[in-house]
């Protein structure tokens, strides 16, 4: 396992990063904010009136994977269950045999390409389905877009790999602003792009680990299980990409649990035979440590009262059960880390506290890896 003193050796030095950073996952993370507003400018020019003009849909079939399949849960997280219309998503490449006229399907891909994108766009120009396409510039998709006169959204081929959310969830959050089924208030694209710029100066290589808050939950991660805990059903989309991003970049397992309703389930693992029941020595020989240590990581929602438990059972809300689960780890010493607390996170509105809890998750795996140089190992 690599120590902690090692790994911050490797965190503060810009030229080792970079050479562990073949695909440019670190500039593709840091511009963010760009790749809302070059999107949002995509999507403008793509007409969008083709889909919103008939109306309000009965339903949004989203055909996504990955990525897209983020994006997709944010917009369905952020319309919540009062949403005058269903959200689906799937992965493709069947539609829900129920798709119809009166729907509106969105292909959100980054490549366009492959059957599980291709075939539902076919399939839905044959039943009449409303299409929206999202995807790389010149792929197979776009072709399908355009044999059913529909629009589609090019994404430059720069775009890297497992840094793309953003360029798949600004169309959907536009698509749905336009619909009337999000208060353009609520999808301020310029606001979650000016949070993503912030995240990228706090977060950015340049940033030293003392004072670099995605740095600091890397090496705190360094020798952790991270028992993500998720404050109603916005947080859980953060969660499972942070977990899914420190999967597939890094390597490492997590343990999700959105609240309230897995409140009992994560009580258990934090108290249960994991937990390390004493205090942790900070000043212990961590090359003598024999496994990882279980980590709480906590992912707040502070609206998510409002929208999601009240009344359910007890706990009665996501913030309640996040106190028990606190206070759980507090009595099995188990470490906590924040995700995207530091600052005055409150200042900013629901999506772009969001969007920088995202942007900090996205900053911290891709550190992780390269502190662990997943990269260059993945591409030999």
């Not at 009136?49 to 997709?72: K, Q, S, Y």
């Not at 891909?109 to 409303?130: C, I, L, N």
Request: glycine letters at 8%.
């Amino acid at each position: 396992m690599t120590s902690p003193e090692l790994a911050e050796e490797v965190l503060d030095d810009l030229d080792v990063l970079r050479a562990r950073d073949p695909r440019g996952l670190l500039p593709a993370v840091a511009g963010a904010g760009a790749q809302v507003r070059e999107t949002a400018r995509l999507t403008e020019e793509a007409g969008l009136d083709r889909v919103t003009g008939g109306g309000r849909p009965r339903g949004l079939v989203i055909v996504a994977r990955r990525e897209g399949a983020v994006a997709a849960s944010v917009l369905r997280a952020l319309l919540g269950p009062s949403s005058p219309v269903t959200v689906d998503v799937v992965p493709g490449p069947d539609l829900p045999v129920w798709t119809g006229p009166t729907d509106i399907a969105v292909v959100a891909t980054r490549t366009g390409a492959g059957r599980y994108a291709v075939t539902p766009a076919y399939e839905a120009a044959r039943r009449g389905v409303t299409l929206l396409g999202i995807g790389a510039e010149d792929a197979p998709l776009r072709a399908a877009c355009s044999t059913a006169r529909m629009p589609y959204v090019p994404l430059p081929r720069a775009r890297v790999r497992h840094a793309t959310l953003w360029s798949l969830l600004t169309p959907l959050l536009r698509l749905a602003t336009d619909l009337g089924l999000l208060r353009p208030e609520a999808a301020d694209l310029e606001a979650v792009a000016s949070a993503l710029d912030e995240v990228a100066e706090e977060c950015g290589p340049a940033r030293e680990s003392f004072t670099n808050p995605a740095k600091t939950l890397a090496l705190e991660l360094l020798d952790a299980f991270p028992v993500i805990a998720a404050e109603g059903p916005l947080a859980d989309t953060a969660a499972a990409r942070f977990a899914d991003q420190l999967a597939t970049l890094a390597g490492l397992p997590t343990s999700g649990f959105r609240l309230p309703d897995q409140r009992v389930a994560a009580c258990a693992v934090l108290g249960g035979p994991l937990a390390p029941r004493e205090a942790d020595d900070f000043f212990r020989d961590r090359a003598e440590d024999e496994g990882r240590r279980l980590r709480l990581l906590t992912i707040r929602d502070t609206d998510a009262a409002h929208h999601d438990g009240a009344g359910e059972r007890e706990p009665r809300s996501a913030h309640e059960a996040m106190t028990e689960v606190l206070r759980t780890a507090a009595a099995s010493n188990v470490p906590v880390s924040g995700l995207a607390e530091h600052g005055d996170p409150d200042r900013h509105g629901r999506l772009p506290r969001l969007a920088r809890q995202l942007a900090v998750a996205d900053f911290s795996a891709v550190y992780l890896a390269l502190v662990l140089d997943q990269e260059r190992a993945l591409r030999r």
